[in-house]
């Protein structure tokens, strides 16, 4: 089957988009807010942007496109199959590892959890994650898991795991904007952000990133001539150890 030379493209922009906004948030967090630590101070609420960002929305992304890489479509599906599920399980791992650094951060600064429009939809967002992974599990690397359930699950798994991508793009750029309305008020000497110092164009430059990134995934993932062919060794038609 040939596949154009546009699904390489677009999968070399989002490969290069998610790498552009992993740098970045680090960046931001490394020079405007004072670095990382782990000891409940403002350092240890900037690993969240850096997780959450890394986790639930690149590495989420990356994980969602893996099977519409030509490299995929031929052979076994069971090594795909379980990598998919790593990068999916590690994605969930840092995202969890961000919510505890702000909710850490929050208690021990007697600060109010989950009282935000962004930490609804953050927090919705990893519920669903896991919600999504678990069936995943169930459904397609059980090797006992009925093959009718396989048929039914998978659509309802594939449109999870869009949506859950597009709440992450969401709870990722209102975070950031959140962080940049709270610090930036023109206190100790720093500009308001309604000002647009430096810190806030790099932050919304982060944003926009972020936004093309999901775009340049959503593509990839809508089109369906560049979705992997169903055969012999489709998750649906074979049980996992015949993969």
Do not use: D
């Given at each position: 089957m040939r596949v154009p030379g546009q699904l390489y493209l677009t999968y070399l922009l989002a490969l290069c988009l998610g790498l552009l906004c992993?740098?970045?948030?680090?960046?931001?967090n490394a020079t405007w807010r004072g670095g990382f630590a782990w000891d409940g101070s403002a350092m240890q609420f900037n690993w969240h942007p850096v997780?959450?960002?890394?986790?639930l929305t690149v590495l989420y992304g990356k994980a969602a496109v893996l099977y519409r890489l030509p490299l995929t479509w031929g052979g076994s599906k069971l090594p795909w199959?379980?990598?998919?599920?790593?990068l999916t399980l590690l994605s969930f791992l840092l995202a969890v590892l961000g919510l505890i650094a702000v909710f850490d951060?929050?208690?021990?600064?007697?600060?109010?959890?989950?009282?935000?429009?962004?930490?609804w939809i953050g927090i919705s967002t990893v519920a669903l994650f896991t919600g999504q992974w678990l069936l995943g599990l169930a459904s397609f690397l059980l090797p006992?898991?009925?093959?009718?359930?396989?048929?039914?699950?998978?659509?309802?798994?594939?449109?999870?795991?869009?949506?859950i991508f597009i709440l992450g793009i969401a709870a990722s750029v209102s975070g950031i904007n959140e962080k940049l309305i709270f610090s930036l008020k023109g206190n100790n000497g720093t500009a308001q952000y309604s000002a647009l110092p430096q810190e806030a164009q790099f932050a919304n430059m982060l944003g926009v990133l972020i936004v093309v990134f999901g775009l340049a995934v959503l593509r990839i993932l809508s089109n369906q001539a560049?979705?992997?062919p169903e055969g012999e060794n489709s998750e649906v038609t074979q049980p996992l150890l015949q993969d």
């Open positions: 992993v740098i970045f948030v680090v960046y931001w997780l959450m960002v890394t986790g199959k379980l990598l998919h599920a790593s951060f929050h208690n021990k600064g007697h600060t109010p959890n989950l009282y935000s429009l962004h930490s006992c898991t009925p093959l009718e359930l396989r048929r039914r699950a998978k659509p309802l798994h594939v449109w999870l795991g869009s949506t560049w979705q992997r």
